[in-house]
């Protein structure tokens, strides 16, 4: 073959090359187009991501599905607040699900007339800003931007007189958990009011700073509008009519005895009670609950299976009621403090009348009930009272009069009083179990069988600029360059 002719093919091949690479680019190109043009008309939302951050809980899902009045949501927000995205697109997943829900976006600045109008009906502060207003029939519940994230404060800035300036960052998105809050809240025409007993010791419900407080579990209760309204009963003082649900939180002095015959009396009357006992001390409620068929132990449970050096022992093994079925269904743990046993004084009572008694939480089988785990006095020797699995917390019903509401009695008895203080709320699923508790003890059926919202964190990356710009290099420079070399290398081999 002359050299003529060999010139000639490696050009036609060469030309090949080229041209087999502008069909394919222009290919790619078509196939891309075409992919962004049926995204933007038919699109559905897939989530990957390690935490479900955008997937709506099954809670949120059941509620939505139960709202039966017209709600509408107000977002009076400036859009340039960088959580505004995260409300918007969040709530419109709510209106997707639901459409009696109404969405409304109020930019103050950009619609001052508007503004003035949503100022002036809900009777808002002039300097209100970025909040979210949901209304339904006369009711109203408002969320301010500050509660809707989590913060956390770093010192990161040093000034010239060598303090730390401290910077602000988003943690945590709580979106979700306040909106199906609102909506609960909300969608419930009877005013709820919880009294919580002091005088023996309690945790401190107005307390979040410290971590036995009750601060957290009292924002709780506010988020679907309970309010928390001190309570006590020395003296002449009663359980007022309107209380709905009486809360009892590690008492670690005796109760007196015209104490315990009032709640004798509300519970009687078909009362609701939240009972959380302290790891040391009884607080003479144990002969109160006996008359309801449960026995509260003077001991303290070790799991040796799930207990932890510091005392808290981890429940995976749950009972067959609306209260935890959520979370043995969903198969989240819970995490407690030294309990002590709560169990069924006699399993045969089974007179019509009799209250009904069920099983929440039990540790393992390889757990142990100690007396004198915790003296009062003096240095003494645990002495073991029982081995197996123990009952640490327990639901109790009895019907009440037929066609009348709220006649019925009911109270949950848990052995540990720090499963729901600041420390541990969050920890596991503590916040639903609590959340449960109270909406059973309330009578809201329509938050029951299903999980709350997870906690959604937000995760940052700290870089010095030098990195940042070796980052920039890499990204921009080095692998698109890489990418180029290869190609014309290939090209090149190809050619010859």
């Given at each position: 073959?002359?050299?003529?002719m060999?010139?000639?093919?490696?050009?036609?091949?060469?030309?090949?090359?080229?041209?087999?690479?502008a069909?394919?680019?222009?290919a790619?190109?078509?196939?891309?187009?075409?992919v962004?043009?049926l995204?933007?008309?038919?699109?559905?939302?897939?989530d990957?991501?390690a935490?479900?951050d955008?997937q709506l809980?099954p809670?949120t899902?059941?509620v939505?599905?139960?709202?039966t009045?017209?709600?509408?949501?107000?977002?009076?927000?400036d859009?340039?607040?960088?959580?505004?995205?995260?409300?918007?697109?969040?709530?419109?997943q709510?209106e997707?699900?639901n459409s009696?829900?109404?969405?409304?976006v109020?930019?103050?600045?950009a619609k001052?007339?508007?503004?003035?109008?949503?100022?002036?009906?809900?009777?808002?502060?002039?300097?209100?800003k970025?909040?979210?207003?949901?209304?339904?029939t006369?009711?109203?519940h408002?969320?301010?931007s500050?509660?809707?994230?989590?913060?956390?404060?770093?010192?990161?800035?040093?000034?010239?007189?060598?303090a730390y300036?401290?910077?602000?960052?988003r943690?945590?998105?709580?979106?979700?958990r306040?909106?199906?809050?609102?909506?609960?809240?909300?969608?419930?025409?009877s005013?709820?009011?919880?009294?919580?007993?002091?005088?023996?010791?309690?945790?401190?419900?107005?307390?979040?700073?410290?971590d036995?407080g009750?601060?957290?579990?009292?924002?709780?209760?506010?988020?679907?509008?309970?309010?928390l309204?001190?309570?006590?009963?020395?003296?002449?003082?009663?359980?007022?009519p309107?209380?709905k649900?009486?809360?009892i939180?590690?008492?670690q002095?005796?109760?007196?005895a015209?104490?315990?015959?009032?709640?004798?009396?509300?519970l009687?009357?078909?009362?609701?009670m939240l009972t959380?006992?302290?790891?040391?001390s009884r607080?003479?409620?144990d002969?109160?609950?006996?008359?309801?068929?449960?026995?509260?132990g003077?001991?303290?449970?070790i799991?040796y299976?799930?207990?932890?050096?510091?005392?808290a022992?981890?429940?995976?093994?749950?009972g067959?009621?609306?209260?935890?079925?959520?979370?043995?269904?969903?198969?989240?743990?819970l995490?407690l403090?030294?309990?002590r046993?709560?169990?069924?004084?006699?399993?045969?009572?089974n007179k019509?009348?009799?209250?009904?008694?069920?099983m929440?939480?039990?540790?393992?089988p390889?757990s142990?009930?100690?007396r004198?785990?915790?003296?009062?006095?003096?240095?003494?020797?645990?002495?073991?009272?029982?081995?197996?699995?123990?009952?640490i917390a327990?639901a109790?019903?009895r019907a009440?009069?037929?066609?009348?509401?709220?006649?019925?009695?009911?109270?949950a008895i848990?052995?540990d009083?720090?499963?729901?203080?600041?420390?541990?709320?969050?920890a596991?699923a503590?916040r639903?179990?609590?959340?449960?508790?109270?909406?059973?003890?309330?009578?809201r059926?329509q938050t029951?069988?299903?999980?709350?919202?997870?906690?959604?964190?937000?995760?940052?990356?700290?870089?010095t600029q030098k990195?940042?710009?070796r980052l920039?290099?890499?990204l921009?420079?080095?692998?698109?360059g890489?990418?180029?070399?290869?190609g014309?290398?290939?090209?090149?081999r190809?050619?010859?």
């Amino acid at each position: 073959m002359s050299e003529s002719m060999t010139n000639g093919f490696t050009r036609i091949r060469a030309f090949g090359s080229l041209l087999n690479a502008a069909i394919g680019f222009v290919a790619l190109a078509l196939i891309l187009a075409s992919v962004n043009y049926l995204s933007q008309r038919h699109f559905k939302r897939v989530d990957l991501s390690a935490e479900a951050d955008r997937q709506l809980s099954p809670l949120t899902k059941q509620v939505l599905d139960v709202v039966t009045n017209e709600v509408r949501v107000i977002v009076y927000f400036d859009r340039r607040v960088p959580v505004y995205k995260h409300v918007i697109e969040l709530l419109r997943q709510y209106e997707q699900i639901n459409s009696r829900l109404t969405l409304e976006v109020v930019d103050y600045e950009a619609k001052p007339v508007r503004a003035a109008e949503v100022v002036a009906r809900y009777k808002l502060p002039v300097n209100a800003k970025d909040l979210v207003i949901f209304d339904t029939t006369g009711r109203t519940h408002i969320i301010s931007s500050g509660e809707l994230s989590n913060y956390a404060y770093s010192d990161v800035i040093r000034s010239e007189s060598g303090a730390y300036l401290h910077e602000i960052k988003r943690t945590g998105f709580k979106g979700e958990r306040l909106f199906t809050s609102a909506l609960v809240a909300v969608s419930d025409s009877s005013p709820k009011l919880a009294y919580y007993l002091t005088g023996h010791g309690e945790h401190d419900p107005g307390n979040f700073n410290t971590d036995g407080g009750y601060g957290k579990f009292s924002a709780m209760l506010s988020e679907i509008q309970v309010p928390l309204i001190p309570l006590t009963l020395a003296g002449a003082n009663q359980i007022p009519p309107d209380c709905k649900l009486l809360i009892i939180a590690g008492p670690q002095t005796d109760l007196h005895a015209e104490e315990l015959q009032k709640l004798d009396a509300y519970l009687g009357r078909g009362g609701r009670m939240l009972t959380l006992f302290h790891y040391n001390s009884r607080a003479g409620l144990d002969q109160l609950l006996e008359k309801w068929n449960v026995r509260v132990g003077a001991n303290t449970v070790i799991d040796y299976e799930n207990s932890r050096p510091n005392g808290a022992l981890v429940a995976t093994r749950f009972g067959n009621h609306p209260v935890v079925r959520p979370i043995s269904t969903a198969q989240l743990p819970l995490q407690l403090v030294f309990p002590r046993t709560i169990d069924v004084r006699d399993p045969n009572a089974n007179k019509a009348d009799s209250p009904q008694v069920q099983m929440l939480i039990e540790t393992g089988p390889n757990s142990v009930a100690f007396r004198d785990y915790f003296p009062k006095s003096g240095p003494k020797r645990p002495v073991e009272e029982k081995r197996g699995t123990q009952k640490i917390a327990l639901a109790v019903e009895r019907a009440g009069v037929p066609g009348l509401a709220d006649s019925s009695t009911r109270m949950a008895i848990i052995g540990d009083s720090f499963v729901f203080n600041n420390q541990l709320l969050d920890a596991a699923a503590n916040r639903d179990f609590a959340w449960h508790g109270v909406n059973w003890l309330l009578d809201r059926s329509q938050t029951l069988n299903a999980i709350g919202p997870r906690p959604v964190k937000e995760h940052t990356v700290s870089m010095t600029q030098k990195q940042i710009q070796r980052l920039s290099g890499l990204l921009v420079g080095i692998i698109p360059g890489a990418t180029l070399c290869l190609g014309m290398l290939v090209w090149f081999r190809r050619s010859r």
